[in-house]
């Protein structure tokens, strides 16, 4: 009997592919997260050092209003973003779950029909054993 070949071995590889890729897409997803979340955390630190500096003159206070001003804009656009990469990353994962799914019927898919093949091939081997059985003996 012939060797086992899976009937959709290239649906499966495409599908193992496509699951990669996905990994790939919400790995760097997370990736921009974790960018952002730092940025945030470094724009609110300087905005804490800077609260903390005492200016001299009206001059140095405005500047360092607008300053501040900026960054609090800076933070805002920041959370913004934020938000939005937290959108793409939902996103991502479902993709990637949905990815896995399919891969994993293909996987069901394969095992059954190895699983037939399996069966198949032992009931050959039973029937030729059988025949073997079955043959006349010739005595010498």
């Not at 009937?7 to 496509?18: E, F, G, P, Q, T």
């Not at 952002?36 to 050092?49: C, D, G, N, S």
Request: net charge positive.
């Amino acid at each position: 009997m012939q060797q086992f070949k899976f009937s959709l071995a290239k649906v499966h590889s495409y599908r193992i592919k496509v699951e990669a890729e996905k990994q790939r897409a919400y790995g760097q997803a997370q990736r921009e997260i974790t960018e952002q979340t730092t940025r945030i955390e470094t724009l609110m630190a300087e905005k804490e050092q800077r609260r903390g500096y005492q200016p001299l003159t009206i001059t140095q206070m405005k500047v360092q209003q607008r300053y501040l001003m900026a960054l609090d804009s800076q933070i805002d656009d920041a959370y913004t973003t934020l938000q939005a990469q937290q959108a793409q990353v939902k996103v991502a994962f479902d993709e990637l779950i949905m990815a896995q799914q399919e891969r994993q019927v293909m996987d069901k898919l394969q095992e059954k029909q190895f699983a037939q093949y399996q069966l198949n091939l032992n009931r050959e081997e039973q029937k030729q054993l059988d025949e073997m059985a079955n043959r006349p003996k010739f005595v010498i």
